[in-house]
């Protein structure tokens, strides 16, 4: 599916809650696009699983699919 293969920016962060300590993974631009996992991995493959749902289910109804937020000039450091 051409959307997958663009660079969206994915956020997996580790979570410790009253439901135990698992790892939270979401696609910033996708809103609602989000899964969970145990490891990070899982999470990671779990999300990817949880977006091409996500696109096929916006396909269907031909709803808008936001592209991808990048940023070329970005070089990774801050300058002060």
């Not at 439901?19 to 490891?39: F, I, N, Q």
């Amino acid at each position: 599916m051409y959307y997958m293969s663009l660079p969206y920016n994915y956020v997996i962060q580790p979570i410790t809650d009253e439901s135990g300590s698992y790892y939270y993974a979401r696609v910033l631009e996708l809103d609602g696009c989000h899964s969970t996992g145990e490891t990070f991995n899982e999470a990671y493959e779990n999300l990817l699983e949880a977006m091409e749902g996500w696109l096929e289910a916006k396909i269907q109804y031909n709803d808008p699919i936001p592209e991808p937020v990048v940023d070329d000039g970005y070089s990774g450091v801050r300058e002060m």
